[in-house]
C-alpha cells in the first residue's frame, strides 16, 4: 500500500497544476501584455524594503547551522 501511495502525492501535485493552467478566465486573455514602465526599469516593490530583516534571518541560519552540526556530531559519537 506505500508504494502506490507514494506514487498518489506527485501525481495529484501534478495534476492540481495542470487545472491551474486551465482554470484562467477569458478576461485575462483580452487584457494582454501589460504596459512597459516610462523609465524603463521595473517598478519598485510595494510598501517594504526586500533587506528588511536579514540580519535576523542571518542569526537564525547560523543558530540552526550550529544545531544541525552538533546533533550530527552527538550521533555520530554514540554510534562508533
Do not use: C
Amino acid at each position: 500500500m506505500k508504494i502506490v501511495l507514494n506514487k498518489f502525492y506527485p501525481l495529484t501535485a501534478f495534476l492540481f497544476g495542470i487545472m491551474e493552467i486551465f482554470a484562467k478566465n477569458d478576461k485575462d486573455k483580452s487584457k494582454g501584455p501589460p504596459s512597459p514602465s516610462p523609465t524603463g526599469r521595473p517598478p519598485s516593490p510595494p510598501g517594504l524594503p526586500i533587506d528588511e530583516g536579514i540580519f535576523w534571518l542571518l542569526i537564525i541560519a547560523l543558530l540552526l547551522g550550529i544545531y544541525y552540526i552538533y546533533k550530527y556530531e552527538i550521533k555520530r559519537k554514540s554510534l562508533g
